[in-house]
């Protein structure tokens, strides 16, 4: 019951995911912060059982930290995307397993803009727009529609603006809310949340 967006850019990524906490049919919170901001170039979008999601995105992130404490450097996307995937799939193979998707977007100097998308299985996959959840089941499509090699920053904002009117149009379930964040070569910050009264706002002007 929950929605990640992403959309890598020539010179940033974008990531929104939906602000959503539910429990079976009980909405709990509709401003959860699912994006996380692990250094100045690295975000993590989680998505999954809300205990397993809180501990493994915290797990991640405080080994990448780690890391950088250790050897004075740190991991790029990639390499965090892959160091991720591995952990995921350990679990996997264990007793305790987390049911969690992700999209990994960050910026690398030499690299540029990454964007890798993980599911529970383990499986990686470097992309230039991916989705979770039943929203991606909508956007993928606007996404192949209007996603081209040179897009912007506000355009990547506009599709994802496309993509909230989708789910809030056709999605049975409650997605009200949408955060959204950019990564580039500044580093991290949040955008203008997407809402039901921002919609509103953009359609009458």
Same mark, same amino acid.
């Given at each position: 019951?929950?929605?990640?967006?992403?959309?890598?850019?020539?010179?940033?990524?974008?990531?929104?995911?939906?602000?959503?906490?539910?429990?079976?049919?009980? %909405?709990?919170?509709?401003?959860?912060? @699912?994006?996380?901001?692990?250094?100045?170039?690295?975000?993590?979008?989680?998505?999954?059982?809300?205990?397993?999601?809180?501990?493994?995105?915290?797990?991640?992130? @405080?080994?990448?930290?780690?890391?950088?404490?250790?050897?004075?450097?740190?991991?790029?996307?990639?390499?965090?995307?892959?160091?991720?995937?591995?952990?995921?799939?350990?679990?996997?193979?264990?007793?305790?397993? =987390? !049911?969690?998707?992700?999209?990994?977007?960050?910026?690398?100097? %030499?690299?540029?803009?990454?964007? !890798?998308?993980?599911?529970?299985?383990?499986?990686?996959?470097?992309? @230039?727009?991916?989705?979770?959840? =039943?929203?991606?089941?909508?956007?993928?499509? &606007?996404?192949?529609? =209007?996603? !081209?090699?040179?897009?912007?920053?506000?355009?990547?904002?506009? &599709?994802?603006?496309?993509?909230?009117?989708?789910?809030?149009?056709?999605?049975?379930?409650?997605?009200?809310?949408? @955060?959204?964040?950019?990564?580039?070569?500044?580093?991290?910050?949040?955008?203008?949340?997407?809402?039901?009264?921002?919609?509103?706002?953009?359609?009458?002007?």
């Amino acid at each position: 019951m929950e929605t990640l967006m992403g959309i890598r850019g020539p010179d940033f990524v974008m990531l929104a995911a939906d602000c959503t906490h539910a429990h079976s049919i009980m %909405v709990l919170k509709d401003d959860e912060d @699912k994006i996380l901001k692990v250094s100045d170039n690295l975000m993590l979008a989680t998505m999954g059982e809300a205990g397993d999601r809180v501990q493994f995105t915290e797990y991640i992130s @405080k080994n990448i930290l780690l890391y950088r404490m250790r050897n004075g450097y740190e991991l790029g996307p990639k390499a965090a995307a892959h160091f991720t995937r591995r952990n995921l799939a350990d679990y996997l193979r264990s007793r305790t397993p =987390y !049911h969690v998707n992700l999209l990994v977007g960050g910026y690398d100097e %030499v690299d540029g803009p990454q964007l !890798h998308y993980i599911d529970y299985l383990a499986n990686s996959l470097p992309v @230039k727009h991916g989705a979770h959840g =039943y929203g991606g089941m909508f956007v993928n499509s &606007i996404f192949d529609r =209007y996603h !081209h090699d040179k897009i912007t920053q506000k355009e990547a904002y506009e &599709i994802f603006r496309k993509g909230v009117t989708e789910i809030h149009k056709r999605l049975i379930l409650n997605l009200p809310n949408f @955060k959204v964040a950019v990564i580039d070569k500044d580093g991290v910050k949040y955008l203008d949340d997407i809402t039901p009264d921002s919609l509103k706002q953009a359609s009458a002007a």
